[in-house]
């Protein structure tokens, strides 16, 4: 999905990046807000004017939206979670929290921050509203509708729906109430599934009406949200039949090494190519130290695979993109589902063991189900509760 990007800013150690989607969702709103809400809502102004309120109003909701995520990404560096770009695309933004909470406590307050800092814009807008007043109604015209922005903002994500914040803070509730994570995402993801189908009805209908951009947009937020549900439901319900399994029961003995030294042409001439492998370890003098995959080779265009070399592109190992040989085997799918690269590679301080992808997941449940052992019941877990 985020296919071609472009840096924008780093603000309190974030950077701030805009994926090519979001464009569509900046257009579409500048379009929008300049020819029929603005027109509306402010009536006898110029088109000219109702043009420059359009990007004001576009301008301020894309900064109360990344200011949303900072609020998320600030609070989980409080609690020492690992994060990456805050991102800007079709849906809005996206703050890239490396690893999931270890507590609900941490869960609840980092899922909360972003409405709350939403809530605190919308206030803010009212009062630049009230004080612009009818001398000013352009201006006052921007702010009302930044005001309302953002609490639709806040609304829409404390709906209990997993993965938006509303679905977070009540799986953080539940966790804390019950101890269980895999039933309280269970739970939360049922909203997701339920908003999600809303979602999508809701947008059907617009699609009737002849709303065909706001329709189109709704039903697609609304799939997203609905695969989110069921992709964190998937990761459950595989926990339940890896329950006791660890990470050295599943990973890919053989793993494929390369050195710095390999150009990328060779690389992929010699070992991507021929091995079929998406996921490749450079390590150099026996030691490991970050991984290649698909995304990085995409980096660097064909013509100039001859003279980069693999060192250049290489992707340093981060806690999100390795995984202990005893960690549990639900440990190491929750990383797999947050990294973009789906492999993990399995390290015991920087000696490669092996790596692990959702292919080595499905192949061990096929098969222990073709040779009909039972699942594996752990001593070393208690039942309610997986840390
Ligand atoms: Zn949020």
Redesign the pocket.
């Given at each position: 999905m985020f296919a071609a990007r472009f840096n924008l800013f780093t603000l309190l150690g974030f950077r701030v990046v805009i994926d090519v989607t979001w464009f569509f969702l900046a257009f579409y709103l500048v379009v929008t807000l300049a020819s029929r809400y603005f027109p509306g809502v402010v009536p006898h102004q110029n088109s000219y004017m109702y043009v420059v309120m359009g990007i004001a109003g576009a301008a301020g909701l894309f900064l109360s939206i990344v200011l949303?995520?900072m609020?998320?990404a600030y609070t989980a560096r409080r609690f020492d979670l690992p994060v990456g770009d805050i991102t800007l695309f079709i849906f809005g933004?996206v703050?890239e929290i490396r690893q999931e909470p270890q507590t609900p406590r941490a869960e609840f307050w980092v899922?909360l921050m972003?409405?709350v800092a939403?809530v605190g814009l919308a206030a803010l807008f009212y009062a630049l509203m009230v004080e612009s007043g009818p001398a000013h109604p352009a201006a006052s015209g921007v702010f009302s509708f930044l005001a309302l922005a953002n609490t639709m903002l806040a609304l829409f994500?404390l709906a209990p729906a997993f993965p938006?914040?509303g679905g977070r803070i009540l799986r953080s509730l539940i966790w804390w109430r019950t101890g269980n994570l895999r039933r309280a995402t269970r739970i939360s993801a049922a909203g997701g599934s339920v908003f999600g189908a809303f979602l999508v009805v809701t947008g059907l209908l617009q699609l009737v009406n002849g709303n065909m951009m706001g329709g189109t947009w709704l039903l697609l937020i609304g799939l997203f949200v609905a695969a989110a549900a069921s992709q964190a439901r998937g990761i459950t319900n595989a926990a339940e039949n890896l329950r006791g399994v660890r990470v050295d029961d599943l990973m890919e003995r053989n793993p494929v090494t390369v050195a710095p030294d390999l150009t990328v042409e060779r690389l992929v001439r010699d070992t991507i190519y021929p091995q079929n492998r998406k996921f490749v370890v450079v390590t150099e003098a026996s030691r490991a130290f970050g991984f290649i995959g698909p995304e990085q080779i995409r980096r660097v265009p064909e013509s100039q695979w001859s003279e980069t070399y693999v060192r250049a592109i290489t992707e340093p190992f981060t806690f999100g993109t390795v995984v202990s040989p005893t960690a549990t085997a639900f440990e190491a799918l929750r990383k797999l589902q947050a990294n973009s690269c789906r492999h993990l590679a399995v390290l015991e301080g920087t000696t490669l063991l092996g790596t692990v992808s959702e292919t080595d997941f499905l192949n061990y449940v096929t098969l222990r189900e073709e040779l009909a052992l039972p699942k594996k019941v752990a001593a070393r877990e208690p039942a309610t509760s997986e840390r």
């Open positions: 949303h995520e609020a998320h933004g703050a899922a972003g409405p939403s994500n938006l914040d």
